[in-house]
């Protein structure tokens, strides 16, 4: 248990993973091994020999703990700290987490299935048979993959055959679009692992910024559940492997064009092979979609319809669509046109692929040719330009600035499109191409449009993207410093609803896969100052949720579309440091230090090569703010120190003259906090205090949520000098402070330091009280984790 806690804690020091909690519980690990190697009782941790290190390898972690149940030999009262420890520590191991939520934790993420789905009975039956199956290895679950070509229904058949199966599993359902169609469109891993630990019950905090890491705790959550997983749309095995659960109780559902040979051979995955439906079932399936509104017809033109569908549940559904809505189109007229496009591909429009090997044209494509050739020329204009680049969804937003459009208009083209199946509706006014169809759309944009108006259709995309991510983000934090001409004008709301920030925070992440798409779009045509503006405006969204995979991998895009735009097109300078610094924050989250470290030095040496201090002073913070998660804290008080002195260089009036205060003022409470965990606590408080004083003469009335902050950080020193009293002044005008700022989750934590205090003085009736106020906090915000750890103390008091 003291190996399992010191590795949870030490890898969360890095990510921050555990917030203010997480943090302090790996200060206090560093308190008793200083105490441990010092061998000294009365708790000081002084002198440079007996300073640990964070332990981050196997093998540091194994010494930890070993030195950690030494330190439990010498006394009783060592024996109640490290048990205390370590079960305070466990409470940071997001594997307790699922069982804790357990409502929350049940996902039910399956897509509805079609009201129209025909046949594909043989495929519910080889699932059933597969989990009633004698003699299956153990330890595995089942894996069933569902293979065949593009538009056959694997889809369909996967929702369809979980739906029906569903009751076999009380855990829930997991279902995730890989978007395998190209290696240039499929989600990595750990996209799809941080949004299944949040279904499965584990707070965004909590979930680790690296792949290993996040694979080992999806299997522990797994580990003892009933669950469906549904992997649509696979594109390799090492998409896959990462996302299959732990449990032998699972069923896992694989949809592919692709044959998956390790799936198969190394993990016991049995392969169906999904074929065309049969005349008579596309015969069924195209009336059922056309609706009985439509005027008989003889059963040997539907049947010559069906058979021009080739089979293909894609094709047969489309043609459907348009015959339910065009009333004007008859059968005979779409069977002509079926027949005539397969024996001339170049009658109607020039062809956009290739044909099948028999000669023959592709029914899909015959399909999708047919239905564009009836799109009124609005509609078809608009039907390209969604195409030109592959949007995970495509918006209102997007749409109407992708065709240079009012959103009214956009709003009736994406009906028109949804209505006769070349677009599926996924959400309210959120729309998404099958990768076939953005296919088609695409070539005959490339046919018809050309390469410039695409590249002018993206770049319309990215401003519009831009202008709506810088806004959201200056709700979400209007007191940070940030680059670019997007935040100019930005003002908030007034009247200013206190849970607008929030609100922003989720439209940033509702829009998180589209905005990462725009980066990678803008990249590749040049844009590059909107690439490194988008970067800055996703600032707030992944340092408060993570997403440290897609952080890492926009970023550096940011950091090159920087490079360029400097060398090319007179570009700001001073994005190139920004660039750099924000991506060393990808990487602590991700726990790779060295990467970070070395990207805060090449943003140092961006920003002093521009002369941008403030730029300079922020990355020699940011590695100050390593070493603290490092527990290198005299190294840290250097750091910040260095910082205040770049900051001086700042003269009236130059560029970032008017945030030198507030940034002064973070300095020193960061040194403040670097001289506690020094124990220096009286030139501590001093600087705490000196921090408390700048924060209150900011303008506009002072920093009231930072200074709250400050008081926690006051509350802390106190508390390790051994002053519980003073302490608890402290976190009286903290939490005061953190009710005035509307701060929930902060306020719960100063109230829950505040129970330590009185825990510390004996006095359990206020302790009780405060983990009750604590507890009812962390509910309102739905933070099960700390709910958990203030219910677990409760009951011991009870």
Known sequence: MALSAVGTVASGALSGAGGEAGRRISERLYDLLSRGRAGDDSGSAEGGSSRPALPVTERQQTEAARQLLELARRSPEFAREVTEWVREASWLSPRAVPAVAHGASRPRMLPPTTAVFTDRTEVLAWLTAL??????GPGAPVVAVLTGAGGIGKTAAAVHGATELRERFPDGVLFADLKGASAGTALAPSDVLARFLE???VPSAMVPGDEGRQRDLYRDCTADRRLIVVLDNAHDD?????????????????????RLGRLVGEHGARPYQLGPLSTEDAVTLIRRVAGRDRPAAPDAVVRAVAEGTGGIPLAVCTTG???AVRHQLTWERVARQLSDRNRDRDRGGAAVDEDAPDGTADPVRRVQDAAYAELAPDCAAFYRALAVWPWPTVTLLCAAHAAGIREDEARALLEELARVHLLEEVGEERYRFHDLTRAHARALAEAEDGPARMAAAVRRVAVAQLRFAAAADFRVMPLR????PAYRGLVLPEPRDPADGKRALAELRAERENLAAVIRAAAHHGFHDYVWQLCEAMWGLHLLLGFHAQWIDTHLLGVEAARRSVAEEFGDPRAVGRMWTQLAFGYMGAGQVAQAEDALVRARAADR?????RGEAT????????RLKQWEFAGAQECFEEAQEVLRRIGPGEDGWADVPRATALLEHHIGRALTRQRHFPSAVGRLNDALAQFRRLPGGGDTYNAGRVYMSLGDAHLDAGDAEQARVCLDEAVKVMTEAGAGLQLADAVEARARCHRASGR????????????ARYEEHENHLGLARVRARLAELE
């Open 238 to 258: 090492a998409q896959v492997i990462p996302l299959l659960p732990a449990s032998p109780e699972c069923l896992v559902l694989v949809t592919s064009r692709y």
């Open 764 to 775: 359990r009736a206020e302790e009780a009280e405060d983990l009750r106020t604590a507890a």
């Open 619 to 626: 990355a020699v913070e940011a590695l100050g703010l390593l």
């Open 199 to 201: 279904r499965l019950g």
């Open 481 to 484: 410093w940030r680059l670019g």
């Open 131 to 136: 989990l009633d199956e004698e003699g299956r």
């Open 321 to 323: 669509a348009g015959l």
């Open 609 to 613: 090569d521009c002369g941008h201090h």
